[in-house]
């Protein structure tokens, strides 16, 4: 590792943006301060850009192993850099499962090998994802699991999932609900509303996911454990965390970027891209889902990265696989929708993307601060481009927001104070 130098850059800090340089060596921030100078060091131009901390993506799929024709680990890590993300949380439905020691012991020596973005594997909870017996929490926490999740799937039986929430506990482990009622779900592949009765598509009620987002709350509330859950997308799923929440349950929540910046009105051009689980919702949910991530109610925007093969996403709309490929347009749609139309502040954004993540799961990194680990990201907020799917290094070119105008272009990836991405 060699001495890295960022010159004249806006730090985006938690209590505001100021002017500055970053000296990193050994993979640390070891001086934050104006006019700084090392003759030594590898010198980052920053005048015009804003300095970041490392962005943190605590769900995504990266498909390895089994389903590399989808994404890969080195793939999946070329887009994390690309899209400013320095660390990145890989749920476990793969092929085989990441439900033992093993599974998650190659994922780490893979990234490692890799060597671009800290890729942090997320341990099932049940055996294969079948929801009938626990798998090895603590032997996958010794091997890096950093939490454990059913994404993909929920964990439908309540006394599994009391289990498997008091179990983790014991390991330092955060349990990652998926919350969906499959039998409300029922074939579903959209919102359930005027659009799906317009497109003739079987709708998802808000419900499937609500009542099972209560009963983890419920869960949590019983048992004084913690509880995160994945992709919330309604706006009844934001007031049940709202009011869980004053209550001082221990419920940490995340959403993506579809789910703040779409309505369902998408699904009725049958483009397969819009397709994903939970669905996109309407007018309502996303202004609930706004106004959660601007009060805290939802702690953190995550990807949701669900790469397909076009072969997958090119079909009828019923068959097509759901999921969209998020984790390079992620920061540049967030800063667009959230930022430039007064929702968040910059340090809000930061913190929703990076600190927040990096508290709920106990990770290092998530700030700018001397001492802490040199994981930096750097954007130019004022240039707007295009997004165009061609430009991708995820195999998958699944977005719906594919022609979309954004701002925030990521200019600079540095993981442990080495450039893994440089526009």
Known sequence: ???????????????????????????????????????????????????????????????????????????????????????????????????????????????????????????????????????????????????????????????????????????????????????????????????????????????????MLAREIILAETLGKRVHICHVSTKGGVQLLREAKARGVRVTAETCPHYFMLTDDVIVTYDANTKVNPPIREAEDVAAIREGLRDGTLDCIVTDHAPHHRDEKSGEYNLAAFGISGIETSFSLSYTALVKSGVLTLEQLADRMSAAPARILGLEGGSLKEGGVADIMLADLDEKYMIDPKDFLSKGKNTPFAGREAYGRVKCTIVDGNIKYRA
């Open 1 to 211: 590792m060699s001495k890295l130098l960022i010159k004249g850059g806006k730090l985006v800090f938690a209590d505001g943006v100021r002017e500055g340089d970053i000296l990193a060596d050994g993979g640390k921030i070891i001086k934050i301060g104006q006019g700084l100078e090392d003759a030594g060091a590898e010198v980052v131009d920053a005048r015009g850009l804003h300095v970041f901390p490392g962005l943190i993506d605590m769900h995504v799929h990266l498909r390895e192993p089994g389903f590399e024709y989808k994404e890969d680990i080195a793939s999946g890590s070329a887009a994390a850099v690309h899209g400013g993300f320095t660390q990145v949380c890989c749920m476990p439905n793969t092929q085989p499962v990441c439900d033992n020691a093993a599974v998650v012991g190659y994922i780490v020596a893979r990234s490692k090998e890799v060597g671009l973005c800290k890729v942090r594997p997320i341990g099932a909870i049940t055996k294969g994802e079948a929801g009938e017996s626990l798998a090895e929490m603590g032997k996958m926490k010794d091997a890096g699991a950093v939490a454990v999740s059913d994404d993909g799937r929920p964990v439908s039986d309540a006394r599994m999932m009391r289990l498997a929430i008091e179990y983790a506990s014991d390991f330092g482990l955060l349990c990652l609900s998926h919350c969906e009622d499959k039998s409300l779900v029922d074939g579903g592949v959209v919102n359930e509303g005027y659009n799906s009765t317009l497109a003739g598509l079987k709708g998802i009620p808000r419900a499937a996911e609500e009542i």
